[in-house]
């Protein structure tokens, strides 16, 4: 079982940006797809980015497009989502996880998740 570890959340305005990361400390995250998928209060979990294990291929939901980037460096361990031109709607909790399909669409492998990192887009 992934145990992997969110960080990179924060308080931010609209307009404004974060950068979150999920490592791993017993696991070596090349050998997986990964992606990155958030809760707002009240909803589903939805996915928002992912990628694969090489990072070639890449799947962002509309809702993100030209506003978020998944990325991966596989030398640190790492996976990263840069949040860009943040909105109030994309106030939630931000989860990563094992992906076993990239595209058409996020596919959870397993049920491996983290604890989240908490993004907050307020006036």
């Known amino acids: 079982q992934l145990q992997l570890v969110e960080s990179g959340g924060g308080l931010v305005q609209p307009g404004g940006s974060l950068r979150l990361s999920c490592t791993a400390s017993?696991?070596?995250?090349?050998?997986?797809?990964m992606g990155w998928f958030r809760q707002a209060p009240g909803k589903e979990r939805e996915g928002v980015a992912c990628i694969t294990t090489t990072g070639s291929v890449t799947n962002h939901v509309d809702s993100v497009k030209g506003r978020f980037t998944i990325s991966r460096d596989n030398a640190k361990n790492t996976v990263y989502l840069q949040l860009n031109s943040l909105k109030p709607e994309d106030t939630a909790i931000y989860y990563c996880?094992?992906?076993?399909?990239?595209?058409?669409?996020?596919?959870?492998?397993?049920?491996?998740w983290g604890q989240g990192t908490q993004v907050t887009v307020v006036s």
């Open positions: 996880a094992a992906v076993s399909i990239v595209r058409p669409k996020c596919v959870v492998a397993g049920n491996s």
């Open positions: 017993s696991v070596t995250l090349a050998n997986y797809g």
